[in-house]
């Protein structure tokens, strides 16, 4: 199992990439930044290339609505080059509050235009003359819906790779079944090991059935916050500052009805308590919600408590079909955060 880390959308930044050579000393695999209505992950991965050697760096995730599918292979091709083939390609659909709220672009047809995106990402590093002609975007422009001068165009630059690996963002069945079809990985959130075959499981078999052997096995990328504590009450406040993170993404990140982080608390089981998080997060008790996030949730879906236990959950996500775990290390220092990180590669190459 390789070891990753999740980048903090709001804070931070500085300080981890002033931690990461000693990470990467310790084992870290690859570190990811993702992209929310926060600084763009972009310009952020373009340091991260030029403060590290060997880690792999990814976007986790660019959300498809607000580039064009070739500016994204464009930027994914740029920064494999300035990485010297370290990139990998997150993408993923994000949700209607962050591409109507925030960009003011309709949120539509999510697993159509990611199809078509990856299509066009892998032609451009190719270095194919471009012609796609799909439901949701034709390149190029029809005669009669432009100047009628655009015509088929290749990258000019030679990409380091012609196939950079792209790992989807995906929640709902269709998206989860795309992901296993035709990405190389598959990055889910709320990520709880005993019960993700039931709600993933038919849909990862489904998307496997089509999947072309050239991809190669499906990388399962999860995420978890690390803390390997034998303190009980420390353990005890990690998993409780967890509880807001939950309430925000399965109650407030949506409407009744649609809320994608909430379908995943509903079929994990929990469905009273789905519903219960997002009617109080929605009428404003936020701290009331976070109370109500189930217990065992917080506890499977970390790697918190004493080195034992924190291996027995590793095993748990790997037997669950992880294959790269993200953690979030949490530590008074940044020697006690680089320990985390190594403790857990020495775990995960066990299990």
């Not at 050579?21 to 310790?26: F, G, L, P, Q, V």
């Not at 998206?175 to 035709?182: D, G, P, R, S």
């Not at 996030?293 to 034992?308: D, S």
């Not at 590793?314 to 940044?334: C, D, E, H, K, Y």
């Amino acid at each position: 199992m390789r070891v990753g880390m999740m980048l903090s959308y709001s804070g931070g930044f500085a300080e981890t990439v002033a931690e990461l050579a000693d990470h990467e000393r310790a084992g870290l695999g690859i570190v990811w930044v993702p992209e929310a209505y926060s600084f763009d992950a972009v310009s952020q991965l373009g340091y991260l290339a030029a403060r590290t050697s060997r880690l792999e760096i990814a976007a986790g995730v660019l959300q498809i609505y607000t580039r064009t599918p070739t500016l994204t292979a464009m930027t994914a091709a740029g920064l494999d080059f300035v990485s010297d083939g370290r990139f990998t390609l997150g993408l993923g659909a994000s949700n209607p509050q962050v591409v109507e709220g925030f960009h003011g672009v309709r949120y539509d047809a999510p697993v159509a235009r990611t199809r078509e995106i990856v299509e066009i990402c892998r032609a451009v590093w190719r270095r194919e003359r471009l012609e796609h002609e799909g439901r949701h975007y034709r390149v190029p422009l029809p005669v009669e819906e432009g100047t009628g001068l655009g015509k088929p165009l290749r990258l000019i630059n030679h990409p380091v790779r012609e196939r950079i690996p792209i790992v989807l963002a995906a929640l709902g069945p269709r998206n989860v079944a795309l992901a296993a079809e035709i990405a190389e990985g598959w990055l889910p959130i709320l990520y709880v090991p005993e019960r993700a075959g039931a709600l993933w499981g038919s849909a990862l078999d489904e998307g496997r059935a089509r999947r072309d052997p050239a991809l190669g096995p499906l990388d399962v990328v999860a995420s978890a916050t690390l803390c390997i504590t034998d303190d009980t009450d420390v353990a005890r406040r990690v998993l409780d500052d967890l509880r807001p993170f939950v309430a925000l993404y399965a109650g407030g990140m949506g409407a009744r009805g649609r809320n994608f982080y909430n379908d995943v608390v509903h079929g994990y089981g929990w469905e009273a308590q789905a519903r219960e998080i997002q009617d109080l997060y929605l009428d404003g008790h936020k701290d009331a919600a976070a109370a109500a996030v189930p217990e065992e949730m917080l506890r499977q879906m970390a790697l918190v408590g004493p080195r034992g236990h924190v291996a027995e959950r590793l095993a748990a996500f790997a037997t669950a079909g992880v294959t790269t775990i993200n953690v979030t290390p949490l530590g008074g220092s940044a020697a006690e955060r680089v320990a985390q990180v190594e403790a857990t590669v020495e775990l995960a190459a066990g299990v």
